[in-house]
């Protein structure tokens, strides 16, 4: 009885959590009229930066990316634990202009979701070593969670100068 | 006071022979617990079990059906919520619909989502499906030109050549090649049903099962209880005696 209980917890767990849809995101990140996407493939000298932003390879060879005028829009994935959470980022120049989940997945945790947390990365940039340029608060028991965050902070800022669009293109 | 003596005796009998009785599962609880609490960092939570036995315990089964789809010298398949490259588990995806090849890329369409592979099973993106006015996707085909086009709703939507924009396409005049389930090796089935089977069971699951005793069902519990109270047993006794120790000593 206890075993089918215990098998059954995962069916039992919340379903994922969606705060925006992408279309959400986009639409919010260029007021209303995003433009088309653009690519960029994670390879060569940017897979390996990613890498050492991440501590271990993306897991995908390439990313999609909304530009316009200086400020870019990506939506990237990381496990927290178990599970990946869907983070969108907009880049303004050098400095992040606003970092939200999209969807949480996890079972614990989901308080990095609240703009109470994620506004902490609003006007951050990137330090040449590459940390981030301001101290990131944690949450008691969304330690993981709050370090995916961190480095997918990390990686759109690299991303944003890397693919161009800083320079506006 | 013989009385108190002889009872004092039999608890401190009884106390070595529980102590010695719960040994064996004291330590095997302090070492499963240590793996537990380490299971993140010894990527317990990662591996999977593949023990038949085991498996067989937990009643997992194998998937209720596979569909596979012939994509050159490859074969794609779904089986439950998971995608196998020539019998190789490469991703997870939402109710697998159909596969095609296009451009060098392997293209799985799942009902939300379309995931693009290399040959060697790297995920090369993660589409979620969601053009405006779409429904959920279908089926999958490909147009003349190998242009990959998908069925929503009984309309179809056909993709630009690096499937980052979605097109809504008249259906007149066009007639897309939907490719259809067919049988798979039996190597790559029999390789897909292992996995599957495999994948549903942890090895920190198995772990933290055998910790609490919920392995061996209710009973095991019963006996999880009887163990921690006798625990309880030699630490309250333990105590008492220690206290009974020190005021003899002071009464010296």
């Not at chain 2, 995806?93 to 596969?99: C, F, T």
Request: charged share 20%; hydrophobic share 45%; proline share 4%.
């Amino acid at each position: 009885m206890m075993l089918a209980v215990a098998l059954f917890l995962p069916a039992l767990a919340p379903a994922a959590s969606v705060y925006e849809t992408q279309t959400e995101f986009l639409s919010r990140a260029f007021s209303g009229s995003p433009p088309g996407p653009g690519i960029t493939w994670l390879s060569g000298e940017r897979k390996v930066t990613v890498r050492e932003l991440l501590g271990h390879d993306y897991p995908a060879l390439r990313l999609r990316y909304w530009c316009r005028a200086g400020r870019s829009a990506w939506v990237l994935n990381e496990i927290g634990k178990e599970l990946p959470i869907t983070v969108g980022v907009v880049i303004e120049r050098d400095y992040i202009n606003s970092l939200r989940v999209l969807t949480y997945r996890e079972n614990r945790g989901g308080e990095v979701a609240t703009p109470a947390f994620t506004d902490q990365f609003s006007r951050v940039a990137l330090e040449d070593g590459g940390a981030l340029d301001a101290n990131i608060d944690g949450i008691s028991g969304a330690t993981l969670s709050v370090k995916a965050l961190t480095r997918l902070a990390r990686v759109a800022l690299f991303l944003h100068t890397d693919s161009g669009c800083k320079d506006g293109a | 006071m013989a009385r108190k003596k002889s009872r004092a005796s039999v608890v401190r009998r009884l106390h070595r022979s529980v102590g010695a009785t719960t040994a064996l599962f004291i330590i095997f609880m302090v070492l499963s617990g240590l793996a537990i609490n380490h299971s993140n960092g010894l990527g317990f939570d990662q591996r999977h079990v593949s023990q038949p036995f085991l498996l067989d315990w937990y009643g997992l089964a194998g998937p209720e059906s596979i569909s596979n789809f012939a994509l050159g010298d490859d074969w794609l398949s779904f089986a439950g919520s998971q995608l196998y490259l020539n019998g190789k588990s490469v991703a997870t995806i939402s109710s697998g619909v159909g596969a095609v090849s296009s451009r060098d890329m392997l293209i799985a369409a799942g009902s939300e989502e379309l995931l693009l592979l290399d040959h060697d099973g790297n995920l090369i993106e993660r589409i979620a499906w969601g053009p405006p006015g779409a429904d959920r996707i279908e089926s999958i085909g490909l147009l003349p030109g190998n242009v990959v086009v998908v069925q929503s709703a009984g309309q179809l939507w056909r993709a630009d050549s690096d499937l980052l924009n979605w097109q809504h396409a008249d259906g007149t005049g066009i007639s897309p090649i939907w490719p259809a389930s067919v049988s798979v090796p039996a190597a790559i089935h029999q390789a897909i049903t292992r996995q599957y089977r495999g994948d549903g069971l942890s090895l920190e699951r198995v772990l933290l099962d055998v910790h609490s005793g919920r392995i061996f069902g209710s009973i095991g519990i019963f006996i999880y209880d009887l163990l921690a109270l006798a625990v309880g047993f030699l630490a309250i006794s333990g105590l008492i005696f220690w206290l009974r120790g020190r005021r003899n000593k002071s009464n010296l």
